[in-house]
Each structure stands twice: as structure tokens, then as C-alpha cells.
């Protein structure tokens, strides 16, 4: 099983910022099997980033995500109030499907 | 609009069952591969169970293999989880999600559309 660990847990960062999200897999993971979403409070989780790099439907362009083989970054160049929430990575290069354990951006 | 709607949560006692059903509207069901996904209380994302266009291919987190059924009726366009022995580990939000694409594990076999998602508390 390919273990996704996201770092850090939690990062403090005011409006305005930007937002380097870290995810790092156990073994390479083809850039095509590595997504991103989006989880607000009591909310349903939302796609942002499939394939590595690609932004889904109505995603802004301050998202972006890059890497490949075992390190992947999601980047939010400024972050608006609507973007504090948890972040999660998932691949599915190898069964089973396995998301990372979440990077909460929150208000400094 | 894509719309994926969950229902038949509930608290359950150990060892009982409970079906899970997900209405899908503004998309072409039998198109597309469709999951389950859960989420316990304040804890992370965790992959629960995928099912082939046609329901001929199934596929389950060891942690539920042998204890939960995935299922889904085209004609219907509804989703379904029967969820048998159940344990406390179980409790949590599951979520319909919907993939990308319709093949299991090809590039598009992403999760585009969740759901609300529907609480199971397996409890005493």
C-alpha cells in the first residue's frame, strides 16, 4: 500500500499569502494518479487538482500542483478567506486508493 | 447539475447491518465508475469501496472485504452499500463519490463529485 504523508499538519498563514502544501508517497506515483481536495468544515470534500497539475472544473488559477515520482506540492499563490480548510492528496497509481492524512491551512 | 445524494445512515448496534443508498442525477450513471469514501468523526478521507460501470467488478478496503457489499442499479441510477457486521471502527460520514471517467484506475478515475455524505454510528 502507498502511504501518502502531508506536511505539515497545520499551517498559519494570514490572507494574502501564499500556501505550500507538501505530499510525499511511500513509492513513485505516476504524476497522471495523483489528485488534491478541498475540505471545508462540515462540508463534502471538493476536487481541486487531478493529474498533478491539472485544475478541475471552476477551480481559480491561484491552485496550482507540480511534482512527480514521490513529492508533490499544491500551491495556492494568495490565499482568500474561502481557501482555510483542510487540504487532502490521494493517489491511485497502485490499489488501494490512499489518501494523505490532511493539511489544515488556518487564519494566523 | 451533477447531483449525488445519500441516504440510510443511522445508528446501528454492533454487529448489525444497514444498506446505504446514492441517488445520481445530471450525469449519465451507467457511464461512470462510482465509490464509497468514509470519513470518522474528525478524522481523515479513507477509501471504502468501488464499483465498475456495468457492477461486474467490485473492489473493497481490506478493512471492509467480506463485511460490505458495493452494488448499483443502472436503471435506477442509485448506488448502494450494504453494510453488514458492523463494528464501532465503522462509525463515520459515507460519502457517494463519483469518478471521472468510466474505467477503473485509468487517469480520469478520480473522485469529481461527492456527495453530502450520511452518518453511520455503530453503537451500543
Known amino acids: 500500500e502507498i502511504v501518502l504523508t502531508q506536511s505539515p499538519g497545520t499551517l498559519s498563514l494570514s490572507p494574502g499569502e501564499r500556501a505550500t502544501l507538501s505530499c510525499r508517497a511511500s513509492q513513485s506515483v505516476s504524476s497522471s494518479y495523483l489528485h488534491w481536495y478541498q475540505q471545508k468544515p462540515g462540508q463534502a470534500p471538493r476536487l481541486l487538482i487531478y493529474?498533478?497539475?491539472s485544475r478541475a472544473t471552476g477551480i481559480p488559477d491561484r491552485f496550482s500542483g507540480s511534482g512527480s515520482g514521490t513529492d508533490f506540492t499544491l500551491t495556492i499563490s494568495r490565499l482568500e478567506p474561502e481557501d482555510f480548510a483542510v487540504y487532502y492528496c490521494q493517489q491511485y497509481d497502485s490499489s488501494p486508493r490512499t489518501f494523505g492524512g490532511g493539511t489544515k491551512v488556518e487564519i494566523k | 447539475e451533477v447531483q449525488v445524494v445519500e441516504s440510510g445512515g443511522g445508528l446501528v448496534q454492533p454487529g448489525g447491518s444497514l444498506r446505504l443508498s446514492c441517488a445520481a442525477s445530471g450525469f449519465t450513471f451507467s457511464s461512470y465508475v462510482m465509490s464509497w469514501v468514509r470519513q470518522a468523526p474528525g478524522k481523515g478521507l479513507e477509501w471504502v469501496s468501488t464499483?465498475?460501470?456495468?457492477?461486474?467488478?467490485?473492489y473493497y478496503a481490506d478493512s471492509v472485504r467480506g463485511r460490505f457489499t458495493i452494488s448499483r442499479d443502472n436503471s435506477e441510477n442509485t448506488l448502494y452499500l450494504q453494510m453488514n457486521s458492523l463494528r464501532a471502527e465503522d462509525s463515520a460520514v459515507y460519502y457517494c463519490?463519483?469518478?471521472?471517467?468510466?474505467?477503473?484506475?485509468?487517469?480520469?478515475?478520480?473522485?469529481?463529485?461527492w456527495g453530502q455524505g450520511s452518518l453511520v454510528t455503530v453503537s451500543s
Open positions: 493529474g498533478a497539475s
Open positions: 463519490a463519483k469518478s471521472g471517467g468510466g474505467i477503473v484506475g485509468a487517469v480520469l478515475d478520480f473522485f469529481d463529485y
Open positions: 464499483i465498475s460501470t456495468a457492477g461486474g467488478s467490485t
